[in-house]
Nanobody, 128 residues
Framework: QVQLVESGGGLVQPGGSLRLSCAAS????????IGWFRQAPGKEREGVSC????????FYTNSVEGRFSISRDNAKNTVYLQMNSLKPEDTAVYYC?????????????????????WGQGTQVTVSS
């Protein structure tokens, strides 16, 4: 059974940091492009950052470039999203998602938002 389980969300003050984790089971992570998406209340879901399966090429949406960093540990079947300098507008439910590397790339996955598998999401709230 394929599962993606996010963790690491919470409440943080503006300027603070959080690290999200996405633990995968039921499939081999290094065959998949993995992405982090988010959805704020009243807004559409957007691709935040995605990472390629083979060469770990990455994509970031403009609003998080330079503040967020995505990485993967295939041995642990886990992908991380390090979020620094958080802003109130980063508040959202964050989801990790996966699509097989044959069908997509890091940029394509984030832009088209068409993963094959989704996690349940973790809430990130940035507020003072």
């Amino acid at each position: 059974q394929v599962q993606l389980v996010e963790s690491g969300g919470g409440l943080v003050q503006p300027g603070g940091s959080l690290r999200l984790s996405c633990a995968a089971s039921g499939f081999t992570l290094d065959d998949y492009v993995i992405g982090w998406f988010r959805q704020a209340p009243g807004k559409e879901r957007e691709g935040v950052s995605c990472i390629q399966a083979s060469n770990s090429a990455t994509f970031y949406t403009n609003s998080v470039e330079g503040r967020f960093s995505i990485s993967r540990d295939n041995a642990k079947n886990t992908v991380y999203l390090q979020m620094n300098s958080l802003k109130p507008e980063d508040t959202a439910v964050y989801y990790c998602a996966a699509r097989h590397r044959v069908f997509t790339s890091s940029q394509a996955l984030c832009v088209t938002a068409n993963p094959r598998y989704w996690g349940q999401g973790t809430q990130v709230t940035v507020s003072s």
